[in-house]
């Protein structure tokens, strides 16, 4: 695991570059071929990332 982040300029590259994959993944998606294990884990993505955002609020 990497280490932990407490600096707020840190967690807010951390936060965009998770926000720039999940953002690249929905953009790789065919709608056309998309099931629902790609929207599950659309959805899995996004609670990740809200989970880190309430991680980092108090630091902010």
């Known amino acids: 695991m990497g ?9 807010i590259e951390y ?3 998770r926000l720039n994959l ?3 993944v929905l ?4 709608p056309e071929e998309a099931d629902v294990n ?5 959805l899995e993505m996004l609670d990740d ?8 609020k108090p630091d902010w």
């Open 38 to 42: 790609d929207i599950d884990r659309l």
């Open 49 to 56: 990332l809200q989970g880190k955002i309430n991680q980092f």
């Open 15 to 17: 936060l965009t570059n």
């Open 22 to 24: 999940l953002l690249k």
């Open 27 to 30: 953009d790789s998606l065919d």
């Open 3 to 11: 280490n932990a982040i407490h600096d707020k300029k840190q967690q």
